[in-house]
């Protein structure tokens, strides 16, 4: 043994030759099973191993103690990077300062190893005792097993102590795993159709099913009684193969991951997932049973999905050990059904919230075979909210066959349907639905959708999640909602209301997005073709289909709307030529704020609201009005002049001066106090020509530039703020007839910046400053930015650059979407001042890794010409290569 080598460092390399055999196993085929028992046995061997050459230089450690594997580890499955958790358990006798010292030696040689490590020192009397506020720990403690020390310490933990305490405790634990369940669902929106999931955390992944175990272990520690297989017993044979086989993939797909990162993440982003396909990453993982076409990253995901959906059913059914009143979220049982039965038609009853098909009565009798039936009890679920029974649910899989040869189309479909579709629980009844079959039976156009991943940087979910959370969001619009967006809910409620064919704004939401199974490039028509087919089966009639089909054909024009001056009378004249009644502009407009909101949790921002309230009320005043556009706007203005002035009495003549020219937007989009605020800034001017306000907020902070208009302005603003790091969500930009402008940009701290030093926030405002007064170029600012080493796009966004002549009366519409990324409004803005360009309104729009820039631009006055147009595209595109190079 050299001088400074340990027989700590001796087992460490052991170790590490073992994990590189591991490894190597995994790479050539091993299962995920055998790969985390392989690691759990070596990395027994090096703990007992430093165990015993610690017991070795501390002989009190032969009793009293006992090394005890928890959790992951406890349970033999130790995943290459997962961390370790251990717990020593001391007996009475000994205390906890005798051991600290040798226990503190193990930990350091395996952090020295590079081992992850998660230690804790407990009395045997502690760890007996059941803590409300460390559910986590009477979890960790369900799956324990002896390493080393003192046997006799660990039996009466293993075969006492903790039997006592969960035969006690064992309802407050389920209890609070619930909660915790709940909890991290809730986190994840309550659905497994991530576009890029968490294998770990999500629903249906690796944690739901150590909570199904869990749930198993406290309901037999409740009935006294003990089974063999924890996690699967109580399952049908079919239901166990199938359970096993999703446990297995995971346990493949987690391995995977950590080799892949070194490190301990579970994250299955894009480039995972193609990773994931192209090596065939599964059990059983063989090119034989796989091809070109099926060898694909949207077709491997499917894979991930199928066997997710098996985690969280066999979840599900495990809840039933949870009693009803302590559940939550989307396992709560309804009120009404959870004390007896409700009421019913022939065929099921609904009862302990479950809804639940009758026995078969003799020959051809099966109520799981009879279309009316079934449907009957969808729409049953729909209305009050209860679940499938599973004995049930297999019923009706085994029949699906006959139901299809049974089913009847026509009204008598169509009116099955819409009682689901306008049921308060709609979302949740179309996907059991849908996991069962039945929806494609009905609709098989919503196939070709089944857990379709669709990459952007903006969706967070698959496109058949995505249309569920759309019909929850709608009906969400029924009842009062909380937070920020509550008011903003209560409004668009009102429009719901109004709708008279509430059951085809449903049935669009349902089909809108069926065309993206079919690579055409234009989803909406695609989809709309899809929808006429259906509308057939329904036996629609001529205006119940036109408004089903325009509703789909146009169902990203109100998106599009929302990036043009929605103040411009254009701009509300060609989108209310698109959707040309009342009732398609309520239901179009509802079908938006869903369609928003469904991207991801955060999507639909206030602001976005409020634009989009806006619009809609634009268009239903043009849709009805009755005198002509200019005395419109005259006498609209007007009003909002006055609302301006009644929070500065006395400076009328001062105001309207100020606010002459200003686009109709600015006063739309601005409150009074606002614009007050800007008025003042303006009157400051003998003090400083460049007046500066300045919002921090942790999530989007807020810069106002009140100063008279000069070249190049709008884009030192933005050189300025990508000089700090700051992303830029949104801007506007507008002038008066005098010549000030006001520019508001709103931006996210990218480094956290002035998150996580406040004392900068005065640096900041004073450079912004400065470059708009031209003491400091922005470029400087910049230069420093360009160093660094852009991390690489999830999707790549290809470069458009698009010109409308007709958009508005007065101005060039200029569209540019492009990569987000630092620098690029500045470098857009500086093309715009080379060709002799002013922007007369900009809207400056960010979704996910895209930017969609709008400009409304003049040059010498008025509208470019073609050959102006040209000049100008090519130039932009250059700038906006060389900013990305």
Excluded at 603 to 631: F, H, I, M, Q
Excluded at 816 to 836: E, K, T
Aim: charged share 25%.
């Amino acid at each position: 043994m050299q001088e400074n080598e340990t027989p700590g460092n001796g087992m460490c390399g052991e170790y590490q030759r073992r994990m590189l055999e591991i490894r190597g196993a995994f790479e050539a085929g091993a299962t995920g099973s055998a790969t985390i028992a392989a690691r759990s046995k070596a990395m027994d061997e090096l703990i007992r191993g430093l165990w015993a050459q610690a017991v070795k230089d501390t002989p009190a450690l032969r009793s009293g103690i006992a090394l005890v594997a928890l959790g992951g580890y406890g349970r033999s499955e130790l995943f290459p990077y997962s961390d370790v958790d251990l717990m020593y358990l001391l007996d009475g006798k000994v205390s906890e300062k005798e051991v600290k010292l040798p226990i503190r030696r193990i930990s350091q040689e395996l952090w020295d190893c590079g081992i992850r490590l998660s230690p804790q020192t407990r009395k045997r009397s502690e760890a007996e005792k059941f803590d409300a506020d460390n559910v986590e720990f009477a979890l960790a403690l369900l799956d324990h097993r002896l390493l080393a020390g003192d046997a006799a310490v660990y039996e009466r933990f293993a075969r006492v102590g903790l039997p006592k305490m969960l035969e006690r405790e064992s309802k407050a634990i389920m209890t609070g795993l619930a909660e915790l369940t709940f909890e991290r669902h809730k986190k994840y929106g309550e659905t497994l159709f991530h576009l890029e999931p968490s294998i770990k955390d999500c629903p249906g992944g690796l944690r739901d099913v150590h909570v199904c175990a869990w749930l198993k272990t406290l309901a037999d520690a409740d009935s006294g009684t003990k089974s063999g297989e924890p996690s699967m017993s109580g399952l049908a044979v079919g239901d166990r193969e199938e359970f096993a086989q999703a446990v297995e993939f995971l346990f493949v797909v987690r391995c995977f991951l950590h080799f892949r990162h070194e490190r301990d993440d579970n994250t299955l982003d894009w480039q995972a997932q193609d990773a994931a396909a192209r090596e065939l990453v599964g059990p059983g993982r063989t090119r034989t049973t796989w091809n070109e076409s099926t060898a694909s990253a949207a077709y491997w995901m499917r894979l991930y999905f199928r066997h997710a959906r098996s985690v969280e059913r066999r979840l599900t059914q495990m809840l039933d050990v949870v009693p009803a009143k302590q559940r939550a979220g989307r396992w709560s049982l309804p009120a009404k059904t959870r004390r007896g039965a409700e009421p019913s038609p022939v065929g099921f009853r609904v009862e302990g919230g479950r809804a639940i098909l009758n026995a078969a009565a003799g020959v051809g009798g099966d109520p799981a075979q009879d279309p009316e039936v079934v449907l009957q009890l969808f729409a049953t679920m729909s209305k009050v909210g209860c679940i499938l029974d599973r004995a049930s649910e297999e019923r009706m899989s085994q029949a699906l066959p006959m139901l299809s040869s049974h089913l009847e189309e026509g009204p008598v479909l169509w009116r099955h349907l819409r009682e689901i579709l306008l049921g308060a629980h709609a979302g949740k009844t179309l996907r059991a639905m849908h996991a069962l079959g039945f929806l494609e039976l009905l609709i098989p156009e919503f196939h070709g959708i089944d857990a379709l991943v669709i990459r952007d940087a903006y969706h967070r979910y698959t496109v058949d999640e995505h249309t569920m959370v759309l019909i929850d969001t709608l009906h969400g619009l029924e009842t009062p909602q909380q937070g920020s967006m509550g008011e903003w809910a209560t409004r668009f409620g009102g429009i719901l209301r109004d709708v008279q064919h509430q059951d085809l704004l449903y049935l669009g939401g349902l089909l809108h997005d069926t065309g993206k199974g079919r690579s055409t490039g234009d989803h909406a028509g695609e989809s709309a073709r899809m929808a006429e087919s259906v509308a057939g089966r329904l036996e629609l009639d001529a205006y119940e289909s036109e408004l089903l089909l325009g509703l789909i054909r146009n169902h990203l024009e109100m998106s599009a709307a929302l990036r043009r001056d929605i103040f411009d009378l254009e701009t509300v004249r060609a989108f209310a030529g698109k959707v040309q009644t009342p009732e398609a502009l309520r239901m179009l407009t509802l079908f938006t704020y869903s369609d928003i909101h469904a991207v991801h949790p955060d999507a639909l921002t206030p602001w976005k609201a409020e634009n989009l309230w806006r619009l809609y009320l634009a268009t239903a005043n043009y849709l009805d009005r009755s005198v002509d556009d200019e005395r419109v706007g005259a006498r609209v203005g007007k009003e909002l002049v006055h609302r301006v002035v009644a929070v500065m009495p006395g400076k009328r003549p001062q105001i309207e001066a100020f606010l002459e020219g200003f686009p109709e937007r600015y006063l739309r989009t601005r409150t009074p106090e606002q614009v007050r605020m800007h008025f003042e800034m303006a009157e400051r001017f003998a003090e400083d020509k460049v007046q500066i306000g300045f919002h921090y907020s942790p999530g989007t902070s807020e810069v106002t530039l009140v100063t008279p208009d000069r070249a190049l302005l709008f884009s030192d603003l933005a050189g300025a703020l990508a000089g700090w790091g700051m992303n830029i969500v949104t801007a506007d930009a507008f002038s008066n007839r005098q010549g000030i402008v006001v520019d508001n940009f709103r931006f996210t701290d990218t480094f956290r910046t002035l998150e996580m030093n406040t004392s900068e926030h005065a640096n900041f405002v004073a450079s912004v400053h400065d470059v708009m007064a031209g003491r400091i170029a922005a470029e400087k600012l910049l230069t420093g930015r360009r160093r660094g080493r852009r991390k690489a796009p999830k999707i790549v966004v290809q470069t458009r650059v698009d010109f409308d002549d007709e958009a508005s009366s007065h101005s060039t519409l200029l569209q540019v979407v492009a990569q987000d990324m630092p620098g690029l409004l500045r470098a857009v803005s500086l093309a715009l001042a080379g060709q002799g360009c002013n922007i007369e309104v900009a809207l400056v729009d960010t979704e996910g890794e895209t930017a969609i820039d709008v400009f409304y631009i003049t040059r010498g006055g008025g509208k470019l010409d073609a050959d102006q147009c040209k000049d100008l595209k090519k130039a932009l595109l250059a700038g906006i290569e060389a900013n990305a190079g």
